[in-house]
């Protein structure tokens, strides 16, 4: 087995709202308990609602953020406050929005060799150029593109732009946070395919954060799914779209649609709206919406179980 990349043990992540009704603060709970590792060459998808944690995720395991609690380790180093500089060429994030995530004053040569100027002052301008032009090849782009800024690609190209520049510092995992949601479907596949083809080529580990399931099933060997910032279920792609074990994932794949009618399911309808991470049900979090809820799912939360293809639930498939 290969050493993984990426291994996070129990992440949690709170922000304090101050100052709420009569002035009291309130807790958003946007991550718990998130535990995985990743390997080279792996994508392990995260998926679920607007608000569940991805990007809170995401914003931890490429320290934008430190979170309350928990841990994780990138190529065998735990990741400290100490050891942030060190570690922040082995992961780099590529944003949903490539209209918001590139600087509109700077030309396309200029954003793919920032990374360089800033974290490698042993190259020279002339490396970092050849290094940004080897990029925009690497990356599906044309020569002529490196003196062009931002607004005269398209929303593709400029993902694109984006993805080769997270890879300037040649990094070993790649956190993708919803980085086709923005984009046409037909520019979404080639962006797609694009991402396979470098991991491919390059042994990049991926922590792939998508709502669209169908977008995941193109690229996961794993899968995540988060409710209210935890995950209640996990297994390999394969398991998880032939047979869910948490009732929430039923849900969430039943309203997506599939190509292959083989997967194609009957839409289970949740009932009742997302509660606020602010104020999370006791019990099982998933039980004011779950349709096979007793007594048990509203006074005692379920654990993950310890099996490979693991299910938060009392009463799993
Ligand atoms: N800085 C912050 N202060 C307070 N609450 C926050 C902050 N950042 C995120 N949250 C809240 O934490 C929860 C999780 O947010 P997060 O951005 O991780 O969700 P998400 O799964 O990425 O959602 P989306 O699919 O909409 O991008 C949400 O309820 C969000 O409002
Ligand atoms: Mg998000």
New binding site residues.
Partial sequence: MTEPVLVAENLT?E???KGGLFGQDRV????TGASFTLEAGKTLAVV????????????CITMIEEPVSGSFSLDGTLAAPGTHDALRTTVQIVF?DPYGSLNPRQRCGQILEEPLLINRPDLSPDERTRRAREMLDLVGLRPEHYDRYPHMFSGGQRQRIAVGRALMLEPKVLVL??PVSALDLSIQSQILNLLVDLQERLGLAYLF?S?DLSVVKHVADDVIV?YL?RPVEVGSKEEIFAHQRHPYTKALLSATPMADPTLRKERIKLTGELP???DIPPGCPFSPRCWKAQDKCRQERPELDATAHAAACHFPE
């Avoid at 679920?48 to 914003?59: D, I, N, P, Q, V």
């Fill in positions: 992540q922000y304090v709202l958003v709970r946007a991550l679920g609602e607007s608000g569940c944690g991805k990007s809170t995720l995401a914003r949903q946070d919803e954060i709502h988060m910032g606020s991470p602010v």
